[in-house]
């Protein structure tokens, strides 16, 4: 098994994460990011750019402090959830009752089916961040 087939089918990864109101709150989220993106094909289509540059140098002026301090914190996040998952990894690793859970197949099915609906989210996120679309949150 390669380390890619152990991370999509390790339970302990899939499971602790695992959230079903959150993830319907997150559909929801993507439906309103959707609504948000068909208002904005109306209004630059109507094309009155002296409104929508005066919205933007606006939101600039209100939302730039914030916004670097908002990197800052994600940067930390970052750092921090490398650190513990490597070392949760390591733990599960050691105790051979957690290694059995890991190899189980139904374990390996339901990692993989959750694994599956994080990667969806992520694609979605990743698409909106190519095409310069701000994640909603």
Not at 78 to 88: F, G, M, P, Q, S
């Amino acid at each position: 098994m390669d380390i890619s087939d152990e991370l999509t089918n390790n339970i302990f990864d899939q499971f602790i994460g695992y959230n079903s109101v959150q993830t319907e709150n997150e559909l929801s989220v993507l439906n309103r990011e959707l609504d948000h993106q068909k208002k904005l094909n109306k209004l630059l289509k109507e094309k009155d750019i002296e409104f929508n540059t005066t919205e933007i140098t606006n939101f600039l002026a209100r939302n730039s402090g914030q916004i670097s301090d908002q990197l800052r914190r994600f940067q930390e996040l970052h750092d921090e959830l490398k650190r513990i998952v490597d070392e949760n990894h390591n733990i599960e690793e050691q105790e051979v009752r957690y290694k059995e859970l890991l190899n189980s197949t139904e374990s390996k099915k339901l990692a993989s089916n959750l694994r599956e609906i994080k990667q969806l989210k992520d694609q979605i996120r990743f698409f909106l961040l190519q095409e310069g679309v701000a994640f909603p949150s």
